[in-house]
């Protein structure tokens, strides 16, 4: 089972960007998704998460403004990220918590996505 993450990159303070991550592997289902940051210096942070029912919850900074939501059947999901600041710079991580085929559970992470915002 791996995550690949792609999307991210510089903006500009008020605009948007949107990241995304696919699981792929032996998977048998997934429960949680959801996405940390960490800035430099910074311990990491829960930004979104996702259940497989689509119950979702946020880090207060980002209620309003950040968007999460998942595929069931592409196993993946995205957070669309609107009216950035430069507080939401850092290293974006997926993870998923996966019951795979064989029904070990365990949660996989995706390799980070820096997402970087300019004042």
């Known amino acids: 089972v791996q995550l690949q993450a792609s999307g991210g990159g510089l903006v500009q303070a008020g605009g948007s960007l949107r990241v995304s991550c696919a699981a792929s592997?032996?998977?048998?289902?997934?429960?949680?998704m959801g996405w940390y940051r960490q800035a430099p210096g910074k311990q990491r942070e829960l930004v979104a998460t996702?259940?497989?029912?689509?119950?979702?919850n946020y880090v207060d900074s980002v209620k309003g403004r950040f968007t999460i939501s998942r595929d069931n059947a592409k196993n993946t999901v995205w957070l669309q990220m609107n009216s950035l600041k430069p507080e939401d710079t850092a290293v974006y991580y997926c993870?998923?918590?996966?019951?795979?085929?064989?029904?070990?559970?365990?949660?996989?992470w995706g390799q980070g996505t820096q997402v970087t915002v300019s004042s």
């Open positions: 993870y998923a918590d996966i019951k795979r085929t064989d029904y070990v559970t365990a949660r996989y």
């Open positions: 996702v259940l497989s029912g689509g119950s979702t």
């Open positions: 592997g032996s998977i048998f289902s997934i429960n949680v």
